[in-house]
């Protein structure tokens, strides 16, 4: 499969002129490729951008802050092409705090109409017969240079999204699912950040094995995780490159006192040992003599009425969304659920007020909500 050539913007004049182009054009299919697996806190390492007749792979270490790209991703009249926009949107939001408006999700949309594989290079084959290499999917895009097969492939999860756009908006029209397609995009534009700074008093609990420790092991687990975390911190790497989270379990549990010892435990590698062994060491000693750390505070359970609420309204949902043949979630978010759970409106001008729930959801669905609620 041969592409046409794309444009590789990689200095401020190149982009001025590229931005020109873009701000012209009533939609585009944007793209993002971020380095998660190679840094402590994931960038933006290439944006991909198509317009009809023209591809742009735009590098921001050549074209720092992409100035005049956040008005284009803000503007109401312009469509943004993705797919699977959720970690694209809030990479935008958390590294320039950009808030998207007007989206076209091909997955979403895919997931509507009720497609059992919707991933993009499932979709490209299924609608383009075209094959998608994935051989650079887990690549560091902010190492340069870039190869030509990586620029390709970057290319590529762009080149048809246009088009699958188009494809997918005429089936849509065709099922009658235009306006849930458009409440659903709309509803993936909202992004809420979570809070991603360490906590160190209380991140190690998540870790799987954490509370089959003993209470002391657990203290010298909390030790290893701060220490774990200061490292890539400091690296520039992502915790799972520093230490696996079953490592630092392992070394909890045996509490090793040797550097012989070490090379013993799962993931302790020769270079590993040779790098951290003795802080390592150090650390799990003093571990072994520190207080017990506090439990995390749980999170109150609802009262017994909400979750019978919501135990109906999730078999209502699943059931509904067996018999349309798609996945639940499609139906109506778990969000959604929970604030009509909680709420327990009593009739239709009482679900409105509810903003999870969304006006097509609200005309399609309201009498049948509201008769599970008069059910529990």
Known sequence: MKLP???????????????????????????????????????????QITIPGQDYIIDPLGVPGLSGLGDIIQNPQIEKVFHAAEYDLTLLKRQFDWQLQNLFDTMWAARIL??????????????????????????????????PEQLAYAQLDTHYLLQLRDHLEKELAAAGRLEEAAETFAEQTHVKLSDN??????????????????????????????????EARQRDRPLFKIFHDKTLIELAQTTPTSMPALR?????????????????????????????????????????????????????????????????DVIISKDALWAIALKNPQNKAELAQIDEVGPWRHQTYAEEILAVLREV
């Open 5 to 47: 050539p794309h444009k590789l913007i990689t200095t401020q004049s190149d982009w001025h002129h590229c931005l020109k182009k873009l701000q012209a054009e009533p939609r585009l299919a944007i793209d993002l490729e971020a380095n998660s697996m190679y840094a402590y806190r994931e960038e933006v390492c290439l944006v």
């Open 114 to 147: 009720g497609y059992p594989r919707y991933g993009l290079a499932s979709m490209l084959g299924e609608v383009f017969g075209v094959k998608l290499n994935k051989r650079y999917q887990k690549s560091n895009w902010c190492k340069r240079p870039l190869s």
């Open 197 to 230: 700074e360490f906590d160190p008093d209380n991140d190690f609990w998540s870790i799987s094995g954490a509370y089959d420790l003993t209470r002391q092991q657990q203290a010298v687990l909390k030790a290893l995780a701060i220490y774990r975390d200061h």
């Open 264 to 328: 013993d435990v799962y993931g302790m590698t020769a270079g590993q040992t040779r790098r951290y062994g003795r802080q390592v060491l150090n650390i799990i000693a003093e571990g072994l003599n520190a207080p017990y750390p506090p439990y995390p505070q749980r999170s109150q359970r609802p009262p017994e009425e909400v979750m019978n609420r919501f135990d109906r309204l999730h078999t209502w949902r699943k059931n509904t969304a067996s018999q349309r043949g798609v996945e639940s």
